[in-house]
């Protein structure tokens, strides 16, 4: 697809703070080389069939390949399949004048078969990787192709297409050196591509992905990550580290029992996804948890997201040990806000033990093609579906309208009533508060009306108490389109109405917040 402008993400850098928030990065736990799981993956790989190459030459043949080279299984097969074929298509965005694009996911897909089996002729016959890299392999030297096929070099592409045509050039430049080319074409270092990709990695890691929480790009976006840690240089290698440590803790923070609902940018179409465990990335996290000496039983992988669960079945990364941990279970209370630039949406993450309060961020126009969705509390439920949660957004259903931005510390407000599943029922009720009992040691309480909807997220075992205090501190149903006052005797401000380039919350106490969010840094917990 025609990408967009992506001057914001590394081109022409916000002026920005920089994360006040620490990524996690050390690694001693002993993970596991398999599992169930990616067996199964890895199964349904090789049984897949070998189809035409031009229409599923993209996606599913290099990943039918993939699995028969990892089982051993049907070599001859699968060598006799690449000695025959040839490029289908170019690298570059597919658009109208230039239909014959995205060749670069198939790349991506053959750069693993390459280093994984290149050394083994057992597996991958010499003459058949003799023709992947000098037919099927097309990229190489150190010109990068930054701008997308045939706009006269107007429209930059996109970064899940960057990398995996860039990484592409830069793996075959680095195979064919490391086995003997003295060509100065292969030489990264002497080209400037090493120097150009750890540029854009740098950026990358700055300034977050444009293409946040995308469905589907981001997961292309983590495995072509993923290949160059696995097989670039030691400089490659560790940028392209940090950035996926940082995606995968943004992940973490985002994400309850494997499940989250974020604010996602491109596409449209994808703006009634209502499934909580069905993205891409949580297909990797899950396949990578089943590998941790901690894994959760029966974890399974949505069949959408199984050609992207693949990488994670052979890639040497391993998540940081808070990652995984936070993954697995949220140990203490946390808040934290990330920005994306200007131009974008903000994710606003309240949650702990048990629960996951998660903004639904904002529309900025449709050239961001950032879809905003729901607020949502995620709890310790096994609820998969947006149907299964408490929600609210608003006003009205037209989410091109909506600024979901409005969490705070366990506090979540939105211009329109707040959606209760029908398996709820209220444990204690007021006049202007219903308290629902979801679990030990936590209550949920609602303020709903058709243009404000208010939830909080109390600790506490007493629904009763709760309510009776919250209809003494928050019962004026006037101050409540206002304002909330915490139990804490703290009092938060919001404009549920608020302008889509400012945030919902506009004071604490009386003192000014920074509402600002195009500006704010790639995480905080301030």
């Known amino acids: 697809m025609l990408g967009f402008s992506l001057s914001t993400a590394y081109g022409e850098p916000a002026d920005r703070k920089s994360s006040a928030v620490e990524i996690p990065k050390t690694r001693t736990l002993v993970w596991q080389e398999s599992s169930e799981l990616t067996n199964k993956i890895l199964e349904y790989w090789a049984d897949h069939p070998l189809g035409d190459w031009k229409s599923e030459g993209k996606m599913r043949v290099p990943r039918a390949l993939m699995g028969r080279f990892a089982l051993r299984r049907d070599l001859d097969a699968a060598n ?3 000695l025959q074929v040839k490029p289908w298509g170019n690298v570059g965005s597919t658009w109208s004048k230039h239909p014959e694009g995205d060749y670069d996911f198939t790349l991506a897909g053959l750069v693993p078969i390459l280093f994984l089996f290149g050394e083994d002729p057992n597996v991958l016959f010499p003459e058949t990787r003799t023709h992947l890299l000098n037919v099927l392999m097309t990229e ?23 990398l995996m045509t860039e990484g592409s050039r830069f793996l075959k430049n680095r195979w064919m050196a490391l086995h003997g080319s003295e060509d100065p074409r292969f030489d990264n270092t002497t080209n400037g591509l090493e120097l150009w990709l750890l540029d854009m990695l740098e950026n990358l890691r700055m300034e977050g992905l444009y293409e946040f929480n995308s469905i589907p790009y981001q997961g292309y976006t983590l495995t072509a990550l993923l290949n160059l840690e696995a097989f670039g240089s030691p400089r490659i290698r560790r940028s ?11 992940y973490a923070i985002g994400s309850l029992s494997l ?11 994808h703006a009634t996804t209502t499934s909580l465990d069905g993205d891409y990335h949580t297909a ?20 959408g997201g199984l050609h992207h669960a693949l990488w994670a079945c052979w890639a040497p990364y391993r998540l940081p040990d808070k990652t995984a941990k936070w993954i697995l279970t949220k140990p203490e209370e946390f808040y934290v806000r990330i920005g994306h630039g200007p131009g974008a949406s903000p994710e606003i993450y309240s949650g702990g033990p048990g629960y996951l309060l998660s903004a639904g961020g904002v529309h900025r126009g449709m050239m961001s093609q950032i879809v905003s969705r729901p607020i949502t509390l995620l709890l310790d439920d096994g609820a998969t579906d947006l149907s299964e949660v408490l929600y609210l957004a608003g006003p009205g259903t ?22 209760i599943p029908q398996s709820w029922t209220p444990d204690a009720t007021g006049p202007n508060w219903r308290v629902f009992h979801r679990g030990e040691n936590l209550c949920v309480a609602v303020h709903s009306r058709p243009d404000l909807g208010i939830v909080y997220v109390s600790r506490s075992d007493d629904a009763q108490i709760v309510a009776k205090t919250l209809e003494e501190t928050n019962g004026d ?10 139990p804490g005797g703290q009092r938060i401000s919001f404009d549920v109405n608020a302008k889509q380039d400012q945030w919902v919350f506009f004071s604490l106490n009386q003192e000014p917040l920074d509402r600002e969010f195009d500006t704010w840094p790639s995480l905080s917990d301030e």
């Open 80 to 82: 006799a399949y690449l």
């Open 140 to 162: 190489d030297g150190g010109d990068p192709l930054v701008t997308v096929p045939r706009t006269m070099g107007l429209v930059r592409d996109t970064e899940n297409h960057l």
């Open 240 to 250: 392209a580290r940090r950035v996926l440590d940082q995606l995968n803790w943004k």
């Open 259 to 269: 499940r989250r609902f974020p604010p996602f940018r491109r596409q449209y179409r």
């Open 284 to 303: 990797l996290m899950k396949t990578w948890m089943s590998l941790s000496p901690d894994s959760p039983a029966n974890l399974e992988v949505h069949a």
């Open 398 to 419: 037209a989410y091109r309208g909506w600024n979901n931005t409005g969490v705070w510390r366990n506090l979540a407000v939105a211009g329109g009533p707040v959606q």
């Open 477 to 486: 149903a006037t101050q409540l389109g206002e304002s909330f006052l915490t």
